[in-house]
């Protein structure tokens, strides 16, 4: 207790907490512009930190990170586009709310469901920290391929059409995702050549080419420019009745405990958080035909997960010294710069740090959530620019996205075929959701894939043999037949009744 209140009086310095309040500002606004991240702002920041006392300088970084986490619902809520791949499953529901007149209750109820998902996550993480991070240690590669498979086939299974489509969209995303250096052995796979190739597809312009270029394009083709009417004078609270909190009270504590797990993973991270949540709080709903449409509970879903993976992931970082994402990843290269070594010991060596790191999140978490409190009534503003002046805009930030993720003139090349590639897809019904989480994926997909099939000389037969493996890959099994099983089911239950 004594470390946690020496840790908070060095955090509320005045000095201390304007950086945290500045930081956690702009951490919203680098989430909330598509192509840009928190994580890409927690990139370019950390050599300014070189010379700021550790805590000050982690302090800078977490709070960027919490602020991008949450500022990335706002362009997937307003505009359509995703912030960063962690509010790609927001989109599902969010834009269309906008898109009915519903943005104010959209913001409200992502502002809220980030709030929880991120305070509660961090909360958690500091409790259980060393208790998870033991239970981490007995999974090995079999099992981390099987938990990939069944969040693909999950997603597949519960995409808009048919089953087949959703097992086609995502079949197209692992041969996408193959291109480049293989994992372990490193062999160039359909890079034909090109240099540019070699590392694989980037994510940012696949992601601005899919929810950007393409969704303009779309608009003007259908003569969609009209704008939405959004009355934001008269909004009490976050827009959001207390039934419909009620109402989706389960939703969002499951939707916590998938992201928390999934944070904690490493390898893992919002990106796949929100759209394994997305899909159960779809296929546990008593309404599954208003999802993707404008349902308030696809948002609660996504927005509980992935703010909820912010903790998750701090774990593993913390108690192990492994990174649970790529953010994680460049939070640690900071505390062994600072000279901080994470992992078990940290908590005895550096007790000031941990406890400063945890207490961050939290304020930053608060700070959040009163700033889009206050900021919910401007964001609607964004919706009555005319569109002939914003999506110019959009488009222009889309091309400076891609450039700025990679300094390569190649990414606008990928821009416009991800582009096309989107409205092909959309001409052919293949589901997005598949095809991005399958993309996202692949990359751990091969390489534990490999990995499980050679620490043993046994061959595939772990991914069965073992228990979480076997559960999870039976789960995945069930997913796809399920479909095709149930009306079965219940013929034979009816004729039965009847009998």
């Known amino acids: 207790m004594q470390d946690i209140l020496a840790s908070f009086g060095t955090l509320l310095a005045p000095t201390t907490f304007m950086v945290i309040i500045l930081s956690t500002a702009l951490g919203i606004v680098l989430g909330a512009i598509p192509g840009l991240s928190g994580g890409l702002g927690v990139a370019l920041l950390l050599p300014i930190t070189f010379g700021m006392p550790p805590e000050v300088g982690l302090a800078m970084l977490v709070s960027i990170w919490v602020g991008g ?11 359509g586009i995703p912030g960063s791949p962690s509010a790609i499953a ?11 007149g519903q943005a104010v209750k959209a913001l409200g109820a992502a502002i809220t469901a980030s709030f929880i998902g991120t305070f509660l996550s961090i909360l958690i993480a500091m409790a259980a920290s060393p208790l998870m991070a033991r239970l981490a240690l007995k999974m090995g590669p079999w099992e981390y391929f099987s938990l990939g498979f069944c969040a693909i086939s999950l997603v597949a299974a519960l995409s808009r059409g048919s089953i087949f489509h959703g097992l086609a969209a995502a079949a197209l995303g692992l041969v996408l995702a193959s291109v480049g250096f293989a994992p372990i052995d490193g062999y160039p796979r359909f890079t034909f050549g090109n240099i540019y190739l070699n590392g694989g597809f980037d994510l940012i312009p696949l992601m601005l080419g899919f929810f950007a270029l393409k969704q303009i394009v779309q608009d003007y083709a259908q003569g969609q420019q009209q704008v939405p009417e959004v009355d934001a004078r008269d909004i009490k609270g ?7 909190y009620r109402d989706n009270t389960w939703n969002m504590i499951r939707s916590f405990f998938i992201g928390l797990w999934i944070g904690f993973l490493p390898g893992m991270g919002a990106a796949l958080s929100n759209m394994v949540a997305y899909a159960q709080a779809k296929s546990a709903s008593k309404h599954p035909e208003k999802f993707g449409k404008g349902c308030v509970d696809g948002v609660f879903a996504s927005e509980t997960s992935n703010n909820a993976s912010v903790g998750g992931s701090l774990i593993p970082m913390v108690a192990l010294g492994i990174p649970g994402d790529g953010v994680t990843a460049i939070l640690l290269g900071g505390l062994m710069i600072h000279g901080v070594q994470a992992g078990p010991l940290l908590f005895n060596n550096n007790p000031e740090i941990v406890y400063a790191l945890f207490l961050t999140a939290l304020i930053a978490a608060a700070l959040v959530l009163v700033m889009q409190f206050w900021g919910m009534r401007l964001f609607p503003a964004i919706l009555k620019i005319p569109y002939h002046y914003l999506y ?11 450039f700025v993720g990679s300094s390569t003139a190649f990414n606008y090349v990928l821009l416009l075929g991800f582009a096309a590639l989107g ?16 993309f996202i994926l692949a990359p751990m997909l091969e390489l534990n894939l490999r990995r ?9 037969l772990p991914f069965f043999t073992r228990p979480i493996s076997g559960l999870l890959l039976l789960a995945a099994v069930l997913s796809i037949v399920s479909p095709f099983l149930m009306p079965w089911i219940k013929e034979m239950r009816r004729k039965r009744a009847e009998g």
Do not use: C, H
């Not at 986490?69 to 505009?79: F, H, K, N, T, W």
């Open 69 to 79: 986490v949450s500022g990335a619902m706002i362009g997937s809520i307003l505009l």
């Open 90 to 100: 927001t989109t599902f529901d969010g834009y269309p709310m906008t898109r009915n």
């Open 238 to 244: 976050f827009g959001v009745s207390w039934q419909e």
């Open 392 to 402: 110019p805009a959009i488009v222009v930030l889309g091309f400076m996205g891609v």
């Open 423 to 438: 409205l092909a897809m959309d001409k052919l019904r293949l589901p997005i959701g598949p095809f991005i989480l399958a």
């Open 452 to 460: 499980g099939m050679t620490y043993t000389d046994d061959g595939i």
